[in-house]
């Protein structure tokens, strides 16, 4: 038996229709809920030489890794960060790639109650200096690889709540080395308690303008997500799921932790230096992944490539999160493999909060899904009065007690930002900054972000529709829609486009995407403005910055004039 069945109480084929979901879907959990004791322990006992971790190096190094044999990990790890001070609340920020020890620190970690504290390892001196003194991290673990530790040994200084530093792989000069130290520790440790509502972890958001948020979840957060890896990642006894993401974001939790443990499937962990399409289409061909999810720009890669020259026969099921998805990728990927790429939406504040999640529950192309269950999903203007069928409004999740409160999952704050935490959650209702529509079945439709939408001659234009548009024609590898200043409309809608490979800018080829747009959707929405680029600009997890294309634009504007 899988164990979220143990909190949910039923088998997830157990849920036949969708009102049944709707009205039986529960999460019961006692107080004092902590995953490593409750659920990986309990994983340990039961089945302790089943596969829980499949780990590969950029360089082919192969590691397998036991339910038994990483709690056992962690139990080590635990004593070694009490032994180094680290105590209940502490903040210990990890910036770990995608390492194996990952697995048994975040453990630790929640075996003790520190709070875990995750960081890509493309952060900057600048951006050290931020994360460290914002969130006051008092210990600092990092790879040795991507020249993380010389980042921060140039933002030392700068970062005095840091009291320790540990390294693995090796000694370094300054550094705690801690494949030795957490190697030598006892594998005993007494429980420590905590209560569901403390803070086990700290996030900064990936969010596409300002400073990251620091985004904070309780110790009830994993049982947030067995809706994300045992329902709609449809991850398996037996398994292994492979997520693409860098464990210095919460998709990393999404995908590589928590609900695939739950389901009783393995993590395929791949530890690659640089996202190459048909690198990753051979590990899901000779690791016989059977579950996957990757953020929609990978898709867009991977579909370019011959599919045909790779077995990708043991794949049951497949999904995306991170963007919305573009129809197109859509349809060559199921030509192509036979599968279905199923969305989810959700944030860092969040955990799966719309999706299609069932057999049963086909996905419209284009669409987000339905609400998630457990989670009260409403379209609302700027009054927070939700809409009706076909009004674009704010994305808002409903958490007032008489609808069962706060869902599992939802974030608990800003840290240290109450006045943030109050403008964007209010009157029982968290504003997620994202806008959509419903249509009569129910079905959210994806607009943009709230600072995205662009208002041209009167309408109200989003950009993820004329993006999907520009994507189905092959001379478009990735796309930015924005708006640009116009005297008549007041802003014009501007496509920023990557091309494929073999095409050139050209005034003819901009014409034929104009007239693609027009015959696709509706015509107003055409680009007036087309610009070829090399790349666009992201954030440091892959998102597209529009707001960077929109103040480029702005700032060359005010040049000319």
């Not at 109200?460 to 529709?465: A, M, Q, Y």
Request: with cysteine; aromatic share 12%.
């Amino acid at each position: 038996m899988p164990l979220y069945e143990k909190f949910t109480g039923r088998h997830r084929d157990d849920f036949v229709t969708l009102s049944d979901i709707e009205k039986n879907y529960r999460i019961t959990v006692d107080e004092g809920f902590n995953f490593a004791y409750d659920c990986l322990d309990v994983l340990a006992a039961e089945q302790p030489d089943a596969l829980a971790l499949l780990w590969l190096s950029n360089d082919g190094e192969e590691k397998r890794f036991t339910f038994d044999e990483i709690a056992k990990g962690s139990v080590r790890a635990a004593n070694f960060f009490l032994g180094q001070g680290i105590q209940k609340g502490d903040m210990v920020m990890l910036v770990m790639s995608r390492d194996w020890r990952y697995w048994q620190v975040i453990m630790a970690l929640h075996r003790i109650g520190a709070v875990v504290v995750p960081a890509t390892y493309q952060l900057t001196k600048k951006d050290f200096e931020y994360r460290c003194n914002a969130a006051g991290i008092k210990m600092l673990l990092c790879t040795p690889r991507f020249g993380v530790p010389e980042v921060f040994e140039d933002a030392e200084a700068q970062c005095p709540t840091v009291m320790r530093k540990a390294v693995f792989g090796g000694p370094r000069e300054g550094w705690i080395d801690f494949d030795a130290e957490a190697g030598a520790q006892s594998e005993t440790l007494a429980r420590i308690p905590n209560q569901n509502t403390d803070m086990s972890l700290m996030a900064f958001s990936s969010g596409t303008t300002g400073y990251p948020k620091m985004v904070w979840h309780d110790f009830t957060y994993p049982l947030g997500h067995i809706l994300t890896g045992c329902f709609w990642h449809r991850c398996e006894e037996g398994g292994l799921h492979f997520t693409i993401s860098d464990t210095g974001w919460l998709k990393s939790l999404w995908g590589k932790m928590y609900s695939q443990w739950l389901a009783g499937s393995a993590i395929f962990a791949y530890d690659f230096d640089k996202f190459s399409a048909p690198d990753i289409l051979e590990k899901l061909s000779r690791y016989r992944v059977t579950t996957f999810c990757a953020p929609p720009t990978m898709y867009r890669y991977i579909i370019k490539e011959d599919l045909a020259q790779y077995d990708l026969s043991a794949l049951k099921h497949c999904s995306t999160a991170g963007e919305a998805l573009n129809p197109e990728v859509f349809k060559v990927w199921q030509k192509a493999t036979g599968l279905k790429i199923f969305e989810g939406f959700g944030q860092t504040e969040t955990t799966l909060c719309c999706w299609t999640g069932f057999p049963w529950m086909q996905p419209r192309l284009g669409s987000m899904g339905l609400p998630a269950p457990g989670y009260r999903m409403v379209v609302a203007d700027a009054n927070g009065r939700e809409v009706g069928a076909g009004v674009t409004g704010e994305i808002c999740i409903r958490t007032d007690e008489a609808g069962g409160g706060k869902p599992f999952g939802l974030f608990s704050g800003y840290y240290r930002d109450e006045e943030l935490t109050k403008s964007v959650w209010h009157d029982d209702l968290y504003h997620t900054g994202d806008t959509a529509y419903t249509d009569e079945m129910g079905f959210l439709w994806y607009v943009g972000r709230t600072d995205d939408v662009i208002k041209s001659s009167g309408y109200r234009i989003g950009p993820f529709e004329v993006e999907s548009a520009l994507m189905e024609h092959p001379a478009v590898l990735e796309c930015a829609v924005t708006g640009i200043p116009d005297p008549d409309r007041g802003m014009a809608v501007k496509a920023t486009v990557v091309l494929t490979k073999g095409y050139e800018p050209s005034d003819t080829l901009t014409k034929e995407l104009q007239n693609h747009v027009k015959r696709v959707t509706a015509p107003y929405k055409y680009p007036r403005v087309v610009d070829y680029v090399d790349v666009l600009p992201k954030t440091i997890s892959g998102k597209i910055r529009r707001v960077e294309i929109r103040e480029q634009d702005k700032n060359r504007l005010t040049t000319e004039n």
